[in-house]
């Protein structure tokens, strides 16, 4: 026995604890890759692809060139991540371009807005409580392949935008 233990000491408490309440709760869980849920086209070029738990909601959206979103407001918690692409956001009167790797956090009630130019824009949005209203949206939009979703992205050259040749 090392001179620097302390043999009066209690083992120290496991840092993650998984109690049978728990272990039962991420057995009914599910994982599936993003593009298994179902896409919406909103608008023209404009794809949700929308994820819904318990207490929170996420939404895999598509915004392509010369695009955007009115300003508006809502009760969720909003945070949105930027996967590719970019866009420029104004929230609260303040405007900023955002990129890939850029996470935009939205505070209930604060108007924002956004938009794209000439090239698309992939996003993550997280919602906290989940954002019921693009159950709304959605509800009168029909789904569509997931390859209609990519079109925004498949140019002859590879760089993200809209093939104008298609």
């Known amino acids: 026995m090392s001179s620097t233990q302390d043999t009066n000491q209690p083992a120290p408490e496991p840092y993650f604890e998984v109690t049978d309440t728990e272990a039962a709760s991420i057995s009914t869980g599910s994982i599936t890759h993003m593009d298994d849920y179902p896409a919406y086209e909103i608008a023209e070029g404009l794809f949700f692809r929308p994820v819904y738990a318990r207490n929170i909601s996420l939404n895999f959206v598509t915004f392509p060139p010369e695009s955007g979103f009115p300003s508006h407001i809502h009760p969720e918690e909003q945070v ?3 996967r590719e692409g970019e866009m420029e ?29 000439s090239r698309a824009c992939r996003l993550i949005d997280i919602f906290s409580p989940p954002r019921t209203g693009i159950k709304e949206v959605i509800a009168s939009a029909d789904p569509v392949r997931s390859a209609d979703v990519d079109r ?4 002859e050259n590879g760089e993200p935008g809209v093939d104008n040749d298609s």
């Open 89 to 117: 956001i104004t929230m609260a009167g303040v405007t900023k371009m955002v990129r890939p790797g850029d996470v935009i956090i939205f505070p209930p009630s604060v108007p924002h807005a956004g938009r794209t130019f």
């Open 80 to 82: 949105s991540i930027v």
């Open 152 to 155: 925004w992205w498949e140019t």
